[in-house]
């Protein structure tokens, strides 16, 4: 779509005179407390303003966009007849559930929204967009009541009024007044925004509720480890009950008083992203037959992990759980490691042995990388799963096996079998429930949350007491692109938790020492006035404006910078939208650095 098609809500305003609205600076600056020294308010970027430049509407095709992310009017009553269908056919504690964890997946987006397109913005600025998009979306109209954030120890507490909340005037149209708060999706919007914007879990619940019969919404935010009961926040945060919720709240025992051994880091199901809870939905709801499944995904997403949880919460759990690598098995072992030995088939078998189907027999084998398989190997395999029998090499005798078979794949297997590599017969044997588990960078509302997980295990582990994430590793991790998805990220975690100092916090340096290749616009340099700041968005125009035979002064770089934005806007005559494509940036960008360098 061009551009010039969509009509932001910003240029309506501009047009008819309409005033956008502002917050008041003095009232702000005072209640934000520990972020009191950065001045923050009405005039600090992302302003309301700001935030409606990324507002568009396109009514020649019927879409409405908010910035990249496509957005939708909604009446509030049909949202409300929604609510109360799903709170009448499923009960108020799954209905809850199911709006909290919609409002995480909003807040969430909205963060990332911040996060791209004001790399610049301090975190009190950052977070107190969050408030200007919830009420730019009709939400609600949030009033700060007071914020600390500890960058040292990556401390949050904050409190907020809600005003004129539309969860709450569809809910008391519906049930009247009542006892417990039912700003669900809001509650969940908040924490799936501080969350994502500060990289690890932040927990907000309502207090007071104008669904209780109160004036207005009290919320209040704070880290996870400050929660003393935070297993019930968690519990509407997360789609199923073998989800973790624990990891995130348990406190950091002395050194002398870990235990001897310890669980391995993959034991929590950790997660709330849309992705997660799809394939959570669906794990739940195939555990209870004996179907095949078919996991998907690339290496390191946590096939092996779904699996194992799939027999737990299976008819099979108190059978065995039998894993195999089969890309890790020879093919001349292959038929003996599956189905077993007899005695003398071979030189060497001095003994009969059971393989691992009998192994399994009334549990569950899990068969990773299943496209390793020689074509021989997947004929022998295919005939088990079709006989439900199998037979020991050097055997005369079939034995009848009762396993449920879970099968994983980095592979595409319908590509293989065109290829002719993976047999058509036994890919639909197998493909009976398929489970795709997306990687990482295309879930990632879910790395706060493991990065806190991972962070609290391997402190206990090693006995080493970290104290959290600086501001910069954070960014870093929410903008790697994960190569090794959950795998790297669990490593990465170990690793600084281990490199870090003690009592001291992880930062860039610590995480990626072993050859990462970091995103090329992390940690670059951006010169204001006489200083310099750190930052994560190198800006193109700055970067091609300078030339090697350029004499760099003191103030060039901003020079530069000005210049270029000037020259472009004057090339496109004013148009914004214009000047920010031959920059190769965004609207928001442009019109940000625009307006520094007041050129609008």
């Known amino acids: ?9 910003a240029d309506v305003a501009r047009a008819t005179g309409a005033a956008l609205g502002s917050f008041d600076s003095a009232s702000v600056t005072k209640a934000l407390g520990g972020f009191a020294s950065t001045h923050i308010g009405g005039d600090t970027h992302p302003t309301i303003a700001d935030i409606s430049e990324c507002l568009f509407f396109s009514p020649g095709d019927g879409r409405i966009w908010l910035q990249d992310q496509r957005m939708v009017l909604l009446h509030t009553e ?16 799954k209905a809850r559930g199911l709006f909290t964890r919609a409002g995480y997946v909003s807040g969430a987006r909205d963060a990332q929204l911040v996060r791209k397109h004001w790399p610049d913005a301090d975190p009190p600025a950052a977070a107190m967009a969050g408030t200007r998009l919830h009420a730019l979306e009709g939400v609600v109209k949030v009033e700060l009541v007071s914020v600390t954030y500890d960058p040292d120890t990556s401390g949050y507490e904050g409190e907020f009024l809600w005003h004129n909340s539309s ?7 519906a049930y009247g007044i009542g006892g417990s708060p039912a700003c669900w999706m809001q509650v969940g919007y908040a924490t799936g925004y501080v969350s994502t914007l500060f990289g690890r879990l932040i927990v907000f619940r309502e207090t007071m509720c104008r669904s209780m019969g109160e004036a207005h919404c009290r919320v209040v935010g704070k880290s996870a480890d400050k929660w003393d009961d935070i297993e019930e926040d968690m519990r509407y945060l997360n789609a199923r009950e073998f989800v973790d919720t624990a990891a995130y709240a348990r406190p950091l025992p002395r050194a002398a008083e870990l235990p001897a ?10 997660g709330a992203s849309s992705a ?3 394939a959570c939905h669906q794990l739940s709801r195939v555990a209870r037959t004996s179907a095949t499944v078919l996991f998907t995904g690339e290496s390191g997403v946590g096939k092996e992990k779904f699996a194992s949880m799939l027999h737990k919460i299976s008819p099979r759990k108190d059978q065995p759980f039998i894993a195999v690598n089969c890309a890790a098995i020879p093919e001349t072992l292959v038929e003996s490691e599956l189905f077993g030995v007899e005695r003398g088939a071979y030189t060497g078998a001095s003994h009969s042995r059971p393989g691992r189907f009998e192994r399994a027999s009334g549990g569950t084998l899990f068969l990773d990388e299943i496209g390793a398989l020689s074509f021989v190997a997947q004929g022998k395999l295919l005939r088990a799963l079709q006989e439900g029998e199998i037979e020991r090499v050097g055997g005369t005798r079939g034995i009848s096996v009762d396993v449920r078979v879970v099968a994983a794949t980095n592979e595409a297997l319908r590509q293989a079998v065109r290829e002719g590599r993976f047999r058509e017969d036994l890919f639909f044997r197998l493909n009976v429930f398929p489970i795709h588990l997306p990687p990482l960078r295309e879930r990632r509302d879910d790395i706060p949350l493991l990065m806190t997980h991972f962070l609290n295990h391997y402190r206990r582990k090693h006995g080493c007491n970290a104290g959290g994430f600086t501001h910069a590793a954070v960014r870093a991790l929410l903008n790697y692109d994960f190569p090794g998805n959950i795998r790297e990220l669990q490593n990465l975690v170990e690793r600084a938790v281990i490199a870090a100092d003690v009592d001291g916090l992880i930062d860039v340096h610590h995480l990626f020492t072993g050859g990462e290749a970091l995103n090329a616009d992390i940690m670059t340099l951006r010169m204001q006035g006489s200083s310099g700041t750190l930052n994560f968005s190198a800006p193109a125009a700055t970067s091609a404006a300078l030339t090697p035979n350029m004499k760099v002064t003191e103030h060039s770089l901003e020079q530069s ?10 090339a496109c005559h004013g148009n914004l939208s214009a000047a920010a494509r031959q920059l190769k940036t965004t609207r928001p960008k442009l019109a940000y650095r625009a307006r520094k360098h007041g050129l609008i």
């Open 276 to 278: 997660f809870n799809a």
């Open 1 to 9: 779509m061009r551009a010039s098609d969509r009509i932001s809500l």
């Open 561 to 570: 910078e000005r210049d270029m934005l000037q020259r472009a806007i004057s």
């Open 167 to 173: 969860e709450d005037d569809e809910h008391i149209a």
């Open 78 to 93: 049909a949202l409300g007849s929604m609510r109360r269908e799903m709170i009448d056919s499923l009960g108020i504690e």
């Open 261 to 270: 051994v310890d669980a391995p880091a993959g034991d929590a199901m950790v």
